[in-house]
């Protein structure tokens, strides 16, 4: 996870290439290795985002938080913390423009509306009147260029002002490299100077 209100701390960080981590998960799940199912994956991981922005980010200064979750396994990380986040007394609502008709996908909106959290239908009505959002768009099978429906989204991640907690990477950074995929060169001079870059090795 990273998020830019620890920049101070990036270079204590390790990170891992794309294949090392799709690697890892492979061994977690295989029965001769660690032995987890694909669930208790995704019910770690969104706890452990929750559990991170509680030392982070108080309740007491940070109630509302946006989850922006994508098409993938990372947006189910962002639904998982957003309950938990529910639990921990914060205020979270979801923008989750698409999803699959899986039974984890579908138990995880169950349990989100069941605890009343919002489900918003645009990314700019997500970050009005949040103090964080957590950026569970794409994690580390993202590729190419943004496409929609998220181009929206990242642009306005781009554009916000409130502290972004990103699950994995920040979304459209190229995995590798660190980034926006999608910027030209003088922008990308223009981001450095307030987003992470993150660098493998
Ligand atoms: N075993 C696993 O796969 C686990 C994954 N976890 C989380 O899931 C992430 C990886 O999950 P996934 O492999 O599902 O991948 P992602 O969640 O990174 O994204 C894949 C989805 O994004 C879409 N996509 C990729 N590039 C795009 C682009 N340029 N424009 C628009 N859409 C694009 C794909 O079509 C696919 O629907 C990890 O980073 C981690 O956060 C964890 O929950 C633990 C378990």
């Known amino acids: 996870m990273v998020t830019n209100g620890i920049a101070h701390n990036l270079f204590s960080f390790k990170f891992l290439s794309q294949r090392a981590a799709q690697a890892i998960d492979v061994e977690l799940m295989s029965p001769s290795g660690g032995g987890f199912v694909f669930e208790q994956l995704v019910e770690l991981a969104g706890l452990s985002v929750a559990q991170a922005i509680t030392k982070e980010y108080s309740k007491d200064t940070h109630p509302r938080i946006a989850v922006f979750s994508g098409p993938g396994n990372n947006g189910l990380d962002g639904l998982v913390a957003a309950r938990h986040l529910s639990h921990f007394g914060y205020k979270p609502k979801v923008y989750y423009p698409k999803r699959q008709d ?26 009005q009147d949040s103090d964080l959002v957590v950026d569970a768009i794409f994690g580390f099978s993202f590729s190419g260029e943004v496409r929609q429906p998220f181009v929206s989204a990242i642009e306005a991640l781009k554009a916000t002002q409130i502290p972004i907690v990103s699950v994995d990477i920040p ?3 190229d995995v590798e490299k660190g980034i926006f995929r999608t910027l030209k060169k003088a922008e990308r001079l223009k981001e450095t100077t307030h987003e992470l870059e993150l660098m493998p090795g």
């Open 102 to 127: 899986k039974p984890v996908n579908n138990g995880l909106l169950k349990q989100c509306t069941e605890l009343d959290i919002p489900f918003v239908d645009t990314p700019e009505s997500g970050l």
């Open 171 to 173: 979304s459209a950074w």
